[in-house]
């Protein structure tokens, strides 16, 4: 019987997958852990407990008292916050990552999920239709850990057989937990200001467009990689996944079919530097080829979700 631990289950993504395995599996199945208090929508819901992803020897306890089989490791710094310090990003996004390789060769884990990001992209990188396999020399240092910790993963795969899997995802949008930190939460932002409001200030400039993903699009992709066959797994660096992409501009006008009084202007900050350094379109045919990924929610879709939920 599988049994599965959630580090970083209180984040963005954290509590959506935490869920949707819960519903997979069985509640009990599922453990989930977070530095922080537990979140609202995870309470009742099965077992929490508190631990510090930098913390290996938490780490090792739980594993073997749990008896876990897979991990997933969600527990990151992003784009934005990890600028603001730079040191502190790098140590909690590769020791993190890197005790968890040594604990799942040592304990022998069935499986680990860690994400990667859009972010291991540069300028040197073409920027329409990114194709997963290009030029790579990311200028942030979440990127710089995002991809080192890919060439990691890919490397306990191939000297020791760790069966580790992961996601290249691109902003992602959700309206069930908050994002944390990263370069593409303008795209949440919006809907928040747009009902409250009826305006926001963009912290990125017109015409910038980045790749987006909505949350359901992000769980599933999740979850179909980690249940496919392994030789259905031909790179064990991490999938360019996608879904869609806009500018600021256009995730207003689509708003904007909504609630029409709906206005935005621009003031970019420090975080168009980080976008502009990403690619504006996702080329992710190696994920459909390999194991058959094929996303549901474009704009519209995506923005008549997030205003139906958000207005409660
Ligand atoms: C960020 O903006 O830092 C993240 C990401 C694209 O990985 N959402």
Redesign the pocket.
Known sequence: MEKILIIGACGQIGVELTLALRKEYSNQQVIATDIRDEHELLKGTGPYAILNAMDASALLEIIRKEKITQVYLLAAV???TGEKDPKRAWDINMQSLMQLLDIGVQEKLHKIYWPS???VFGTSTPKQNTVQKTIIEPQTV?GISKYAGELWCQYYNDRWGLDVRSLR????ISWKSA?GG????YAIEIFHEALRSGHYTSFLDKGTYLPMMYMDDAIRATIELMESPSEKIKSRMSYNVSAMSFSPEEIAAEIRTHIPNFTIDYAPDFRQKIAEGWPQSIDDSAATSDWGWKPEFDLRKMANEMLTHLKG
């Open positions: 992003l784009s934005a990001s859009i972010a979440y995802y691109p902003g992602l994002p990263g370069t593409t939460d």
